[in-house]
């Protein structure tokens, strides 16, 4: 069990604190159309204005560089220490130290809109609506997240039922294994069918006075948005039902263990090519974005919290990673920015106190 945990960590942990720093930190900040969550500006590749450019995006990269760096070494370093209460306690902490790399960000969105003070640089732009195209285009074909997630819940009732004795079938693993198994897999399809919803709502951007463009670059992204969805939902079913025969027909712990590592290394997979995918995308329409669009940086606080009074969405595309994030002044995205708060923070007070009581190590297996 201590070294499934170990790698399980690592896998997670790794890939996502180096995509972090390839989403956050461009190699050419000054073909992108936002550099650290601020739209550039001509006035930023104009004398000292460009000196003072340069300077804050390499020392953001920089800092966000020896994060990324410190947080993969430390995690190779854990690989080949003991699982107990105090590093498994590490494990935990060094999955919110990936948030450390949003510092350097953050810092750097900061100056950057420091600089546009400097410069003069006002407000310009303006809001571009394409009535065509507005809230039509979609892509998520619902019944392919609803029919997988559907086929989990049908395992996890099975499951339950055997655990029950109900069936008459005498599960070979200890009793109610496959039950909470199930209703792990289970928790993550509940997870999914809203998240793929909300990223297929998303409010179209427009890009262009083309609306046959806006339509086919909205049209792009929700698709690799609903790709990474359907694709979860289903290998989320299928090692379900692939743990329910095991544990049913064997007790072969070594065979749950790769298990759940190939799981793991599956999904960071999909995300991993949703990633390049998107990337692509934004490379194709590079040349076809013409419009000076509305200048809002003000509103994304850090370049990583949405907050605007004016904005009817509940949703937005992020700025800093990949995916949605919720409009904080949004009634609903006050409640959804609370929850999480609480939950992350009590997490950490929980494994503290788990720590503290001896109790992580039970849970750690050793």
């Given amino acids: 069990m201590t070294w499934l945990i170990k790698v399980i960590m690592f896998v997670c942990i790794v890939p996502t604190v180096i995509l972090m720093y390839m989403l956050g930190f461009s190699k050419n900040p000054g073909r992108k159309k936002l550099i650290l969550g601020v739209r550039d500006n001509p006035k930023f590749h104009e004398g000292e204005g460009q000196k003072k450019f340069d300077a804050i995006v390499d020392s953001a990269r920089n800092g966000g560089l020896i994060i990324t760096v410190a947080v993969v070494i430390m995690s190779i370093i854990m690989l080949f220490l003991p699982v107990t209460g ?25 100056e950057l809109k420091n600089l546009k003070r ?11 609506t394409d009535i065509t195209s507005t809230n039509v285009v979609h892509a998520l074909k619902l019944p392919w997240v609803i029919l997988p997630n559907a086929l989990a819940l049908i395992g996890t009732i099975a499951a339950v039922l055997i655990d029950l004795g109900v069936t008459g079938v005498t599960a070979a693993a200890e009793k109610y294994a496959l039950t909470t198994m199930s209703l792990s897999f289970l928790f993550v399809s509940v997870i999914l069918v809203p998240l793929a919803v909300m990223m297929d709502n998303t409010r179209n951007m427009v890009i262009s006075r083309d609306s046959n463009i806006n339509a086919n670059y909205n049209r792009a992204k929700k698709k690799t948005w609903a790709d990474i969805f359907v694709a979860m939902s289903w290998v989320n079913t299928l090692c379900l039902i692939a743990y329910d025969i095991v544990l049913v027909f064997t007790d072969s712990e070594a065979g749950v263990y790769v298990g759940i590592v190939a799981y793991v290394v599956v999904l960071m997979a999909i995300v991993i090519i949703g990633v ?17 669009l509305q200048d809002d940086d003000d509103n994304w606080i850090l370049g990583m919290f949405y907050y605007n009074k004016n904005d009817t969405r509940l949703n937005v595309e992020k700025r800093f990673g990949y995916g949605g994030t919720v409009n904080l002044a949004h009634p609903a995205g006050k409640v959804i920015g609370v929850v999480s708060l609480l939950v992350l923070v009590g997490s950490v007070i929980l494994i503290i106190y788990l720590n503290a009581t001896g109790q992580l190590d039970t849970s750690a297996g050793v």
């Fill in 86 to 110: 105090n590093t498994l306690l590490a494990w935990v902490l060094l999955v919110f130290a990936l948030f450390l790399v949003a510092v350097p960000y953050g810092k750097g969105n900061t």
């Fill in 276 to 292: 390049i995918n998107q990337n692509q995308i934004e490379r194709r329409y590079e040349r076809d974005t013409e419009l000076e």
């Fill in 118 to 128: 400097q410069l003069g640089i006002t407000k310009s732009g303006v809001t571009y």
